[in-house]
């Protein structure tokens, strides 16, 4: 509705003169018998500036525009002797005055609509501007109805209510927009969810804690970190619960201390399971893209992302039992990973594993198993080696390792691997008839390169090691009384952890 003689209401209200006491006569109901002659009505002072009415009486009409000043007098047209000689209403002319807008009529025609109330004999006549004000009320009603239909019209498509004036635009609630593209975050995730379990591992002292696994093959194999399930391993009980919420119990198969990696197996396993894919580790290339599934601090079901930071990152955890540390030539990855996560899948782009979660590292630990949260620092083993891992455990139950048959230094510091001086419990460092032995290497000795990796510790080494099968063949470059060398090994293995 228009506001532009808002601020001249008042004064319209003081010079216009009154209006007739009952309304305009709607052109469909003209009063009168049909035989008499309704008198013409007065001919207006045009040339008068045109007076202002003011509102109409029903509240529900917009207010009436002020009535446009004709720039030439006109003589109306004849009026008709009587209704049934020229036919109600009289037909207007090519271009009613009202009908060029609120800004004024564009032409000199005569002001339409249809004659006011018939006077009986009584009645004074009057002259000059009656008549003008009469045909304006009809016209600003006829054009505030229009303009309120349209209004209404307006705000009901707007917003449905027709009071409230707001320009928000609803979503679409349409189901196919729901929908998300396979390649999209959102769509890995859909698909994977339903493959991943949170394991609630406790042991028989009380001890426990919440991982991650998911499933491996549709026998209904689990596969997750060893540090996850260790507390429960011998006397606990291990339960996996699905992303539907269903919950069953499970038990450990194998477990391999040094990768760091368990297999479970569902004792009742529902039908259907979903196998997630596995992927190739070794094509990962940094910046890639990860997206990782777990439970961090029991949140089941989350989902982060991020992508490959490093390759090949050496790294020790421990068990979270006091155990053994296993050693890992991770994955890194900035997607958030906390205590929670471990066991978990690092998926790449397509949603294929690429790696599990095991580790983080925090300020103040080195292992990466601080209650500290994400600082961007995620390792995960690479799901090549976790692979060779899990069929050996699901074959025999016990791990089997690569070996060099020689004993390292721990020390980061030392710019290599030193071969120790002594082995563990007092035997030898370096192995008899062992590979390393075979190739000529000695106590003392420093590795710097396993193949083409550069080896800067011990850690790093028996990460790089751990990557391989026995019976590979490797080239080791050393250094022994300041002059480099290099050596062809054959790794050997050992069986189990003890």
Do not use: C
């Amino acid at each position: 509705m228009s506001t532009e003689n808002e601020d001249n209401e008042g004064n319209a209200a003081e010079a216009a003169p009154s209006v007739p006491s009952a309304p305009p006569v709607p052109a469909d109901a003209p009063q009168g018998s049909p035989g008499s002659t309704p008198p013409a009505p007065p001919q207006p002072d045009v040339t008068a500036a045109q007076p202002q009415v003011p509102p109409a009486h029903d509240p529900a009409t917009t207010p009436m525009a002020q009535v446009p000043q004709a720039p030439q007098p006109h003589t109306a047209p004849p009026v008709p002797q009587s209704a049934a000689d020229a036919g109600w209403p009289p037909p207007p002319p090519a271009v009613p005055a009202y009908a060029h807008g609120a800004h004024g009529a564009q032409g000199g025609g005569p002001v339409w609509g249809p004659p006011g109330q018939l006077q009986t004999p009584d009645a004074p006549r009057k002259r000059g501007a009656g008549g003008l004000v009469a045909a304006a009320v009809v016209a600003a009603l006829v054009a505030g109805g229009v303009g309120g239909a349209l209004g209404y019209w307006a705000a009901d498509s707007n917003d449905g209510s027709g009071s409230s004036g707001s320009t928000t635009v609803a979503a679409s609630a349409n189901p196919q927009d729901l929908k998300r593209d396979p390649g999209t975050v959102a769509g890995v995730a859909a698909k994977a969810l339903p493959s991943v379990v949170t394991i609630d591992a406790q042991g028989g002292d009380g001890e426990g804690g919440t991982g991650t696994g998911f499933v491996y093959d549709k026998e209904g194999h689990i596969l997750t970190n060893n540090h996850v399930v260790a507390s429960a391993a011998d006397n606990g009980q291990l339960t996996a619960t699905f992303s539907n919420g269903k919950k069953y119990g499970a038990e450990v198969v194998g477990r391999a201390e040094g990768y760091d990696v368990a297999v479970l197996k569902l004792k009742d396993p529902p039908k259907g399971l979903t196998p997630l894919a596995l992927g190739n580790s070794d094509q990962v290339a940094v910046g890639d893209s990860t997206i990782a599934i777990g439970a961090p601090f029991g949140l089941s079901n989350t989902v982060t992302t991020g992508i490959i930071s490093a390759k090949n990152r050496p790294v020790a955890s421990g068990d979270g039992s006091g155990g053994s540390n296993s050693y890992m030539s991770a994955l890194q990855t900035d997607a958030s990973i906390n205590p929670g996560n471990s066991g978990g899948p690092l998926l790449s782009a397509g949603g294929a594993v690429i790696g599990i979660n095991s580790a983080i590292q925090s300020t103040g630990s080195s292992t990466g198993q601080s209650q500290a949260g994400s600082i961007g620092l995620g390792f995960a083993i690479p799901i090549n080696q976790a692979k060779n891992v899990a069929e050996q455990l699901i074959k025999t139950g016990r791990p089997v390792y690569p070996v060099i048959g020689a004993t390292v230094t721990m020390d980061e510091k030392t710019g290599g691997a030193v071969i120790s001086d002594q082995g563990a419990s007092g035997t030898e460092a370096v192995t008899k008839g062992g590979p390393a032995a075979d190739a000529g290497l000695k106590p003392g000795d420093v590795i710097t390169k396993f193949n083409d990796t550069v080896v800067d510790s011990g850690p790093t080494l028996i990460g790089e090691i751990w990557t391989h099968k026995p019976g590979d063949k490797v080239t080791l470059t050393y250094k022994r009384d300041g002059k480099t060398s290099t050596a062809e090994v054959t790794l050997g293995e050992r069986k189990g952890d003890s």
